[in-house]
């Protein structure tokens, strides 16, 4: 935490005194130093979701015999280069990092006396020019940034753009189980934080809407709009009737195609995403970009 | 669906849990503040609720509780005063010859702007009977102690305005605006230190002022290099103020001029004291030292005790008294810096340390106020406010 600390009344000393733009510049500083990190993280949510209908199929295959359904699903996962823990691994190594980024800005907003006095055991003794910034101005455009958001706004953009990453992150799902979860996590994990937008300072809830944003662009320019494709481009997928309750699911080969194609369709400067949702020129860009692709 | 049921249960019981342990985490709790005014100290523990006890007996030996001498305002069940960070301040309307009755004021960190429950920040009440006079309001929560000088109260506030109230003759009567309210550059949070009609005070915003206190005009100001928490002492034509960028300086009095400025390790929150010869002062790094009104430090090394040091120390005959933020009251020689004696206490000590003779008070942030006696090194006895 004292690293980040320091980091961000340093920044706010660069950045015109300014704590917003002190926020929102250890924010950027921070998502691209752990870029690796969410890239990895992403590839592997994006490999693991495109072999489950294989997995699937082993399960019902030998469904009595374990060790069988064991040795599979490790082939599986070698053949397709999927680490099953990988996509938790680099979560577990960038949570200190948010979670000591998140202290360091309670720390260093001074909302109250008691929290100024404790920021003199967090700024290091060597750096004296941190020393001469504190207290940090904690006005940014129309926020207090050491209380909460009044107005709405600030806790909005929270749960808006932290909607928009989980579902750019949520992969279609044959198992309507692991869809439900999908799907209730898609919609608690933004209300939650639009709860905690109205409770902590906004100094936080900035943190959150950049991060987010910045989540948002690392997942298009990795997987295009990933989970939000459906909804920009195509008429909302009919509910199976039945215990499940789940969606319509794609086939998984067409959803990995679906990914190359979005590759190209940055290429094309995302024009193809805005163009429609008529399945017919759907199948047109398809070919299109096959084409382009295997030149 | 039931696992799905249970999830959302649980998520439903945290959310509330966790929003209010974080602003826990962010609110203002208040350390308190004593005054001693004659025989009676006069508490106003962190939360906002003000006590008088007797101390007369404390001379003899006495190790008795101190006499309570009305029931403390706010009464039991009543909502506090709101979190209180500056010493109470016991005054009177004094005016050709007519002197109204002694009145406790004091100013809590609540903004009445800000919430719709607070009305009021400022408190007069009666210092015979502990009965509220009246409650006022200044835009902005307040840090540092109110300064009367004459029949103004001046209070600055975290809006970074000084304000000056003029109080009447009667003690019920609301205080009206003496002066149009004086704007300084940050937030005001250390008490105006008032010196031959003039104001000396300073901002988190890195400035010195010296304001007339007759019409809130400007004499001067000078920037400093970091922001200014406690009172300014002013002596001899000086004003020594200690500021965050870990230096304390020496200004002088009338033009404002810095005449010298001395480095410490780590801040300078608690305002500095002075037996006349030598400064005291003391940091957040638990660092105390002794300068020479030259700015040159006469001990042959400072004294390093068990914590920070938010409370301004008190000078007594032979010895400083410091207190930390590490629970723990140092009595050092005043001639080498020496520790005499040492004694915990159980908690943190923020609010300033008040004395009358060798007897010192000290309260801690849980509202116990500790009455030690420094010449037979013992404790008289402990109060509990809460």
Known sequence: MRPLANSLV????????????????LTVLIRIATMRLTLKQIKSTRAMSTIQPKLKEVQARYKNDRQKISQETFRLYKENGVNPIGCLGPMVIQMPIWIGLYWALIRVLPSSPENLADLSKLLYSWLSVVHTAVPVESSFLWLDLSSPDKSFVLPLMVGASMWLQQKMMTYPSQDPKQQQTQQMMLWMMPLMFIFFSFSFPSGLALYW????????????????????RPALTEPPLAPISG????????????????????????????????????????????????????? | MKRRLLWISVLVLLLPLIASCGRDRFSAHGWAGLTIDGDVLYVAAGEGRVTALNISRDAGDNRGNPERLWTPFPADGQDNLGAVYGAPLVGAFAEDGVVGSTNIFL?????????????ANLFAIDATTGTQNWAASVPGPVVGSPTLVGNTLVVGTTHGLLYALAIESDERALPRSAWREFEADGKVWSAATVAEGTLYFGSLGHTVYAVNATDGTEIWSYEVGGAVVGSPLVMDGTVYVGALDRSLYALDANTG???WKFSGDNWFWAAPVSDGRTIYAATLGGTVYAIDLLGREVWSSPTEVSGSVLAAPVVLSNTLIVATDNKQVHQLSLSDGREEWSIGIGEMVRADIVSQGERVYIIDTEGVVHALDADRRIELWTYPTR
């Open chain 1, 209 to 228: 809407v950049v991060s987010n944003l910045m989540g948002v662009a690392i997942q298009y320019f990795t997987t295009g709009w990933g989970g939000l």
């Open chain 1, 243 to 295: 215990q499940g309750g789940a969606a319509a699911i794609a086939e998984p080969a067409e959803e990995l195609n679906d990914d190359e194609q979005r590759g190209s369709e940055r290429q094309n400067g995302g024009r193809s995403d805005r163009a429609g949702s008529k399945a017919a020129r759907r199948k047109a860009r398809r070919g299109r970009n096959r084409g382009s692709q295997s030149r």
């Open chain 2, 257 to 259: 001029d810095q005449k």
């Open chain 1, 10 to 25: 340093l920044l706010y000393l660069l950045l015109f005194k300014n704590f917003g733009l002190s926020i929102i510049g």
């Open chain 2, 107 to 119: 100013a809590t960190y609540e903004n009445p702007e800000d919430d719709d429950d607070i009305s």
